[in-house]
């Protein structure tokens, strides 16, 4: 079964700081997903790839970006940390028709 | 990716059965149904996929009626540990920007 890792369960910045999110993918999955999740408000997708180097972006994208060097790493960066991106983000692959296996979840404070 | 409708809690008290339905009224012939299990502070996890009649598991079933506008997910003999969120999703894997989980069904079961 394939693992999905996310490089930190829970941080804390500071508004205005660059953050990296990595999740990792420990089999050779195509797609992959990162998704932010609030109260209220479910699961949205910020951004999501196809391939090595390819990125298309979900319903959320402002603010962040992404980066895919390799095919088993799939970074988000939030390039000026905001306190509404306070969040839990949740990256995930497709397995195919949506049989989508996820990470544990970074819990992200800024402060 | 058609929209999909679910209670927003059920209850329910430790061995009984519970099914939660799902309904997609714009279905598509592509489209397959997928159900995820979330706990609080983790990622959500596959439970079932289908995409008609009936599909089982070790852990539930899936029925889905011949036209396809609704699922129920059936949970047999639930326990305390079955308390979490289900989410339905519908789709083909096209499209990924319009991807959502919705809002998902609370599921409390109680001694």
């Known amino acids: 079964d394939v693992k999905v890792t996310q490089s930190s369960r829970y941080l804390v910045k500071r508004t205005g700081e660059k953050v990296f999110l990595e999740c990792v993918q420990d089999?050779?999955?195509?797609?992959m997903f990162w998704y932010r999740q609030d109260p209220g408000l479910g699961l949205r997708l910020i951004y999501f790839?196809?391939?090595?180097?390819?990125?298309e972006k979900g319903d959320i994208p402002e603010g962040y970006s992404v980066s895919r060097e390799k095919k088993e790493r799939f970074s988000l960066i939030l390039e000026s940390a905001s306190t509404n991106q306070t969040s839990m983000y949740l990256c995930?692959?497709?397995?195919?028709?949506?049989?989508?296996?996820f990470g544990s979840g970074t819990r992200l404070t800024v402060v | 990716l058609a929209k999909t409708t679910q209670p927003i809690s059920m209850d329910s008290y430790e061995g009984q059965e519970v099914n939660i339905t799902c309904s997609h009224n714009?279905?598509?012939?592509?489209?397959?149904i997928t159900w995820y299990q979330q706990f609080p502070s983790q990622g959500p996890r596959f439970i079932i996929q289908?995409?008609?009649t009936k599909v089982t598991n070790e852990v539930a079933s899936l029925f889905i009626p011949a036209d396809r506008k609704s699922s129920t997910l059936s949970l047999p003999r639930v326990s305390l540990s079955d308390t979490a969120v289900y989410y339905c999703?519908?789709?083909?894997?096209?499209?990924?920007?319009?991807?959502?989980f919705g809002k998902g069904t609370m599921l409390l079961v109680s001694p």
């Open positions: 995930a692959i497709d397995r195919g028709n949506y049989g989508y296996t």
């Open positions: 089999m050779d999955h195509e797609n």
């Open positions: 790839s196809y391939d090595v180097k390819m990125k």
């Open positions: 714009n279905i598509a012939t592509n489209d397959y």
């Open positions: 289908g995409y008609k």
């Open positions: 999703l519908v789709g083909d894997s096209s499209g990924y920007s319009t991807l959502t």
